[in-house]
């Protein structure tokens, strides 16, 4: 059974950071694209960043390009969200999402919340 769990959300001040992470059972984990996802309230999801089996690339939403940092660990088969200069506007609700061909499978969430 395939699983991804989230963790590291909470609330937090304008300007400061947080690090998700993501971790991975039950797939080989090298095997996947990660990607994170953001939903609004009210909207639907929009991808936030994504990065490469092995690490090698990383895209990044307009909005958090500079400020966010994707990354991977394969040994621990955990994908990190790193979010620094963190906004009111980033309040969300987080997902990773791992992806293989037509595989894709996601994780339960984890709310972020800044304050002004």
């Known amino acids: 059974q395939v699983q991804l769990v989230e963790s590291g959300g909470g609330l937090v001040q304008s300007g400061g950071s947080l690090r998700l992470s993501c971790v991975a059972s039950?797939?080989?984990?090298?095997?996947?694209?990660i990607s994170w996802y953001r939903q609004f309230p009210g909207k639907a999801r929009e991808l936030v960043a994504s990065?490469?089996?092995?690490?090698?690339?990383?895209t990044y939403a307009d909005s958090v390009r500079g400020r966010f940092t994707i990354s991977r660990d394969n040994a621990r088969s955990t994908a990190y969200l790193q979010m620094n200069s963190l906004k009111p506007e980033d309040t969300a609700v987080y997902y990773c999402?791992?992806?293989?061909?037509?595989?894709?499978?996601w994780g339960q969430g984890t709310q972020v919340t800044i304050s002004s």
């Open positions: 999402k791992a992806v293989y061909d037509a595989e894709a499978y």
């Open positions: 039950g797939l080989t984990f090298s095997g996947y694209a």
């Open positions: 990065i490469s089996k092995f690490g090698s690339s990383t």
